[in-house]
């Protein structure tokens, strides 16, 4: 069966100086350079959104290993910072009794997890503290988050 799931995935975190909540929308106006779907496909989508106008559709089809995986070094920085929150808004289209595995590591290792439920319809968010809310803790050398489809 073929699955869509649209992804806005924000990146919060506190400034260590000021203590002031910073957020970065990372999928408005183009899928990032930095991101790839190994069996899947990732796309711009106008149906479903929630900041702006359009999404990240991820479009997997269910037992195939689908990943979204995305390389950034921002990932480095929450390490340093207790406070540091994994933000992401989820629609799904059909419920499911399975899960999305997010992993935050680097190309040998991961440093920090999180199973994501796709029993809904709608929207979902998840507000997920790296060294409080995630299996692991969060390494300095970590730029590789991997999204793992059911």
């Not at 009794?97 to 809904?120: H, I, P, R, W, Y």
Request: with cysteine.
């Amino acid at each position: 069966m073929s699955r869509l799931l649209y992804l806005i995935l924000l990146i919060c975190w506190q400034s260590v100086s000021t203590y002031a909540q910073m957020q970065t929308d990372i999928c408005e106006g183009k899928v990032p350079s930095d991101w790839r779907s190994i069996n899947g496909n990732i796309s711009l989508s106008d149906t479903h959104f929630k900041i702006g106008k359009q999404s990240i559709k991820w479009d997997w089809t269910a037992g195939s290993k689908s990943i979204i995986k995305v390389e950034n070094d921002a990932f480095k920085a929450v390490a340093q910072n207790p406070r540091s929150t994994f933000v992401v808004w989820v629609y799904n289209e059909v419920p499911l009794t399975d899960k999305l595995v997010f992993t935050f590591g680097d190309a040998n290792q991961t440093a920090c997890s999180f199973e994501f439920n796709l029993n809904f319809k709608g929207w979902r968010t998840a507000w997920v503290m790296y060294n409080r809310d995630m299996v692991g803790k969060p390494a300095v050398a970590m730029n590789t988050m991997q999204i793992q489809a059911p």
